[in-house]
Nanobody, 124 residues
Framework: QVQLAESGGGLVLAGGSLKLSCAVSGRSFSRHSLGWFRQAPKKAREFVAAISSNGLTTNYAASVKGRFTVSRDNTKNTLYLQMNSLKPEDTAVYYC?????????????????WGQGAQVTVSS
């Protein structure tokens, strides 16, 4: 059984930083890509970042590139998202997901398991 649990969300001022973590249970952690998505109120869920199974390739949405960094620790079965220079428009529920593939895909349908989400609120 694969389970994902996000932590590290909260309230931060614009320009500040937060780091999200996602603990992943289940077998074959190091064989699958991992990703982050977010959903703002009244908006569709959107891709944020992804990392390949071996951690060597990353992929970012244009809106976060240069501000967010995705990483993983295959010894701890954990995914991270370091978020810097946060903006009010980054306010959303952030979801981590485990991919059905090994590459750093941004395609939502290529992720098979999802966490419950963590709220990130950026105030101006």
């Amino acid at each position: 059984q694969v389970q994902l649990a996000e932590s590290g969300g909260g309230l931060v001022l614009a320009g500040g930083s937060l780091k999200l973590s996602c603990a992943v249970s289940g077998r074959s952690f190091s064989r699958h890509s991992l990703g982050w998505f977010r959903q703002a109120p009244k908006k569709a869920r959107e891709f944020v970042a992804a990392i390949s199974s071996n951690g060597l390739t990353t992929n970012y949405a244009a809106s976060v590139k240069g501000r967010f960094t995705v990483s993983r620790d295959n010894t701890k079965n954990t995914l991270y998202l370091q978020m810097n220079s946060l903006k009010p428009e980054d306010t959303a529920v952030y979801y981590c997901a485990r991919g059905l593939v090994g590459w750093a895909t941004s395609t939502e349908s290529e992720f098979g398991y999802w966490g419950q989400g963590a709220q990130v609120t950026v105030s101006s």
